[in-house]
Each structure stands twice: as C-alpha cells, then as structure tokens.
C-alpha cells in the first residue's frame, strides 16, 4: 500500500509523520509503516488518542469492521475471531485497535458509546492481554460513570421570527447555524446558560444562510460551545415594481371577493 500510494515506504513514512504533526501528535515519531520495534518508532497514549478520534470522526465506515466479533474466508474454511474481546464482552463497544511487540507489550485503543457519548480509552505496555482489556474496561466505565453528552442546541432550530425592515417579507425565522453539544461531568447540566447575540435591525436585502448573530452556551461563565444564527430564507428588499405587484394582487382579490 506504501509503494502504490507514495512509490516508497520511506516517502509514506514521511506523510505519516506530517499527519501526524497536523492532528497535534508531538510525542510520534514513525520511523517505519508496518509498526514493528525500531529505534526512535514511539508514540504516547495521548497520541493514540488523538490519531483515533480522527479514524472516528472522519472515517466513521470502519465501525462497519472492527465492530464485527466472528467471520469466516473462502465459503467458511477459515475463521477469523476479532482480537479485541470488549467486543463481545463490554456494552457498547466500537472498537479500535490491538497491537503488540516483544517491546511494547500488550496495547489497545478501545472505543464504546453509550447514551451519545464516545469515549476512548488507550492502554500501553500491559504486561499481558488480560490486564490491557481489564485497565481499558476502567477507564471507560469511569468515563461512562462521571460524564455525559449534552445536547445544547440542533441544527435548523428556530430560535424567533424577527422583523425585518425594507423586505417583500416582514419577518424571517432564524435558526442554528449547526449542531451544538458538550462533554460534562453528569449534574453539571443543570446550570448551562444562554447569552444570544443578535443585530439590532435586520434590513433586506437578506440571503439564506446569513449570519445575523451567535448563541453561546456557558456554565459558570465559561464557553462549553456557541453556534452562529443565521436567517432561515432569503428575504429581498422591497423595489418599486415588488410593491406595485403587491398592491396589484390585493387589489384584484378584493375586487373578485366583491
């Protein structure tokens, strides 16, 4: 796969270290693709961490494998059993990835959601496979335990209808720009406040999607995320020929309804 995609492993090495440098891995240093002990090939939990938020976030299809416990190749003549036993044994499960050297020992990057919320949990150097999956087990469970996903706000929500001033429409909704959420410790919830920013006047012409202010949820007066408001449609500004049509149309209703 190195030699197709970058003509050399050593080339692939590189921009597996450039990537790594761009997701803010800063204890990684890859020195060969295949993962095997090399002097200088190290990395920190946290790192793996971060390189397995990304494999989440924006490549979410390999849930489609590391998901699956049991398989089998070639009509049912060989079987393939997952090597991460939280699969079958943890509520919630997702994945990701086990791995082991003589060197590093026994290591996983475990993934479970439960309730929207994803957790990851990184073990490393586990003297034996037991205890990395039992160490993984405690911290997701802590994880699970002590923090929730909060939904603050969905996108497209209509938050008021707003005048607007000079428009063929005298009013516009205006809605989420996108989906806003926060990682809390659990009871904390109860104290989330919303400070709305919103200009003044609204004057047409006005296009979808425009920003026209920002919703920004705090606890204790410190951000746990925001969202910009944006008009719901486009409103167009009122010209002479838009009025005269308008008052053309209520005209001629009133004159068939007499």
């Known amino acids: 796969m190195?030699?197709?995609?970058?003509?050399?492993?050593?080339?692939f090495v590189e921009k597996m270290n450039e990537r790594a440098k761009e997701l803010g891995m800063n204890d990684t240093t890859f020195k060969n693709?295949?993962?095997?002990?090399?002097?200088?090939?190290?990395?920190?939990?946290?790192?793996?961490?971060?390189?397995?938020?990304?494999?989440?976030?924006?490549?979410?299809?390999?849930?489609?494998?590391?998901?699956?416990?049991?398989?089998?190749?070639?009509?049912?003549?060989?079987?393939?059993?997952?090597?991460?036993?939280?699969?079958?044994n943890y509520k919630g499960a997702t994945g990701l990835k086990t791995g082991s050297t003589s060197l590093a020992l026994y290591n996983l990057s475990?993934?479970?959601?439960?309730?929207?919320?994803s957790l990851i949990a990184v073990i490393m150097?586990?003297?034996?496979?037991?205890?990395r999956f039992a160490e993984a087990q405690k911290l997701l469970d802590y994880g699970f335990s002590n923090y929730q996903y909060k939904e603050l706000g969905t996108k497209e929500t209509v938050l008021k209808e707003a005048d607007v001033t000079k428009g063929v429409n005298s009013t516009v909704n205006l809605v989420l720009e996108n989906d806003v959420g926060a990682l809390l410790k659990k009871g904390e919830d109860k104290n989330i406040e919303q400070?709305?920013?919103?200009?003044?006047?609204?004057?047409?012409?006005?296009?979808?999607?425009?920003?026209?202010?920002e919703i920004i949820y705090k606890i204790?007066?410190?951000?746990?995320?925001?969202?910009?408001?944006?008009?719901?449609?486009?409103?167009?500004?009122?010209t002479f020929?838009?009025?005269?049509?308008?008052?053309?149309?209520?005209?001629?209703?009133l004159f068939r309804n007499t």
């Open 2 to 11: 190195a030699d197709y995609l970058c003509g050399s492993q050593e080339a």
């Open 33 to 88: 693709c295949h993962g095997i002990d090399e002097d200088g090939h190290v990395t920190s939990a946290y790192d793996i961490a971060l390189m397995s938020r990304e494999l989440l976030n924006n490549h979410p299809t390999i849930l489609n494998y590391t998901t699956i416990w049991m398989d089998t190749l070639r009509n049912g003549e060989s079987e393939l059993v997952n090597t991460n036993k939280l699969i079958r």
């Open 110 to 117: 475990a993934s479970a959601t439960r309730d929207g919320l």
């Open 125 to 131: 150097k586990a003297p034996t496979t037991k205890i």
């Open 195 to 213: 400070v709305v920013n919103l200009e003044e006047n609204l004057v047409a012409p006005l296009y979808e999607g425009q920003k026209v202010g």
């Open 220 to 238: 204790d007066g410190k951000e746990i995320g925001k969202s910009n408001i944006i008009c719901e449609k486009e409103i167009k500004k009122k």
């Open 241 to 253: 020929f838009s009025i005269a049509s308008y008052v053309y149309k209520n005209c001629f209703s």
